[in-house]
Nanobody, 123 residues
Framework: QVQLVESGGGLVQAGGSLRLSCAASGRTFSSYAMGWFRQAPGKEREFVAAIDWSGDDTYYPDSVKGRFTISRDNAKNTLYLQMNSLKPEDTAVYYC????????????????WGQGTQVTVSS
């Protein structure tokens, strides 16, 4: 089992950057595939990025490809999401998640979730 706590959200102007962090408890962080999702008000939760156990392989939807970068530090039990060139449509609560399926964009493939961190991008 793993517990996840996100941080790093906030208010930023369009074109700006933020780096989200997700601290994981437990000794098995490196055995999980990890992902980031987001949920805007009135919308379904959507896939943002995923990374394999070692950090060698990453996956993104077209909406964030080239702007967002997912990474992980297994020695620190921490997952990151670097977000650049932010747009107002990136405004959402961002969640990190842990699962067993490499590179999955499906919510159901992730067993553990953090509480979320708010990201607001002003125009």
């Amino acid at each position: 089992q793993v517990q996840l706590v996100e941080s790093g959200g906030g208010l930023v102007q369009a074109g700006g950057s933020l780096r989200l962090s997700c601290a994981a408890s437990g000794r098995t962080f490196s055995s999980y595939a990890m992902g980031w999702f987001r949920q805007a008000p009135g919308k379904e939760r959507e896939f943002v990025a995923a990374i394999d156990w070692s950090g060698d392989d990453t996956y993104y939807p077209d909406s964030v490809k080239g702007r967002f970068t997912i990474s992980r530090d297994n020695a620190k039990n921490t997952l990151y999401l670097q977000m650049n060139s932010l747009k107002p449509e990136d405004t959402a609560v961002y969640y990190c998640a842990a699962g067993a399926i490499l590179g999955s964009s499906y919510i159901s493939d992730y067993a553990y979730w953090g509480q979320g961190t708010q990201v607001t991008v002003s125009s």
